[in-house]
C-alpha cells in the first residue's frame, strides 16, 4: 500500500505502513477480496486525495468520513463522484452554498472535484474504503488511525492551513490541529440532515480565499465545471 502513496506523503508517512494497525488493516481489506466483496473506490484511487494534492502543497483540508458506497462513485476525494453520476445530496448543497457566496459560479455540470484537489485542496475522508452498499463498513479497521496521522503531520510540520471541520465527527478531529497555527472554520455537515442547521450561509468557501488571499496566495477556484 505505502508503494501507491505519492512521494512526499511517502517521506512523512512512511512509518506508519509498518505499525500493527496498518498490517491488520492490509490484512482486513485482503480477506475482504479474497471473499470476492466488491471494495469501493477501485484500489488504484484509494489514495488520490495524496496523488493530487502532495504534502507541501495543502492549502485547505475539507475532512469528510467515508467513502460513496454505490458503483462508479467514489474515486479516492471526500465528497467528490465520477463524472456522469448523479450528484449525492451533500454535494448538491455544497454546490447550492457556492452558487450563494459567488455570483459568477455556474452549477457544475458534473460533481468530480479534482480541479479542486489540484488547487491545493486535501479532500480527505477518515476511511478511505468501504464495501459495495455497506455504507461505514470499513470504520475501526485502521483507516482512522492513519487518517489522524494525515491530520496531526498536517498540523505540526505545516503552518496556516485552512482545515473545513463539518459536522460534529469532522469537528472532533480539531483536537489534532493547533488553532494559533492553523485556521479552522466550523459549520454544520452539508447533509440534508443538517445543511439548515449553519452549513448554508457559513461562508467558507469566500473565507478560504479570503485567509488565502491575505497570506499572498492564490485563491481556489471554486468552479468544478
Do not use: C
Not at 31 to 58: C, L, N, Q
Not at 122 to 134: D, E, F, Q, S
Not at 183 to 207: D, E, T, W
Amino acid at each position: 500500500m505505502s508503494g501507491q502513496l505519492e512521494e512526499s506523503w511517502k517521506k512523512v508517512l512512511q512509518d506508519e505502513f509498518e505499525k500493527s494497525y496498518m498490517i491488520n488493516l492490509r490484512s482486513f481489506l485482503k480477506t475482504e477480496k479474497t471473499a470476492s466483496r466488491t471494495i469501493y473506490p477501485e484500489s488504484k484511487d484509494i489514495f488520490s486525495a495524496f496523488a493530487h494534492t502532495p504534502f507541501d502543497k495543502v492549502k485547505v483540508v475539507i475532512l469528510g468520513q467515508d467513502p460513496y458506497h454505490k458503483p462508479n462513485q467514489a474515486h479516492g476525494l471526500s465528497f467528490s463522484v465520477q463524472k456522469g453520476m448523479q450528484f449525492p445530496p451533500s454535494l448538491q448543497n455544497i454546490f447550492k452554498e457556492l452558487l450563494t457566496e459567488f455570483k459568477d459560479f455556474k452549477y457544475p455540470s458534473h460533481g468530480n472535484l479534482t480541479k479542486w484537489a489540484d488547487q491545493g485542496v486535501l479532500l480527505l475522508n477518515a476511511t478511505l474504503t468501504v464495501g459495495a452498499n455497506k455504507p461505514g463498513s470499513h470504520q475501526k479497521q485502521g483507516w482512522e488511525v492513519f487518517t489522524d496521522k494525515v491530520i496531526q503531520t498536517l498540523a505540526e510540520q505545516r503552518s496556516g492551513i485552512i482545515f473545513l471541520l463539518w459536522g460534529k465527527y469532522a469537528q472532533a478531529k480539531s483536537a489534532l490541529i493547533d488553532p494559533n497555527k492553523h485556521h479552522v472554520l466550523i459549520s454544520a455537515h452539508p447533509s440534508p440532515f443538517s445543511v439548515h442547521k449553519g452549513f448554508f450561509g457559513n461562508g467558507h468557501f469566500s473565507r478560504v480565499n479570503e485567509i488565502l488571499e491575505k497570506e499572498g496566495k492564490t485563491g481556489i477556484d471554486w468552479q468544478v465545471g
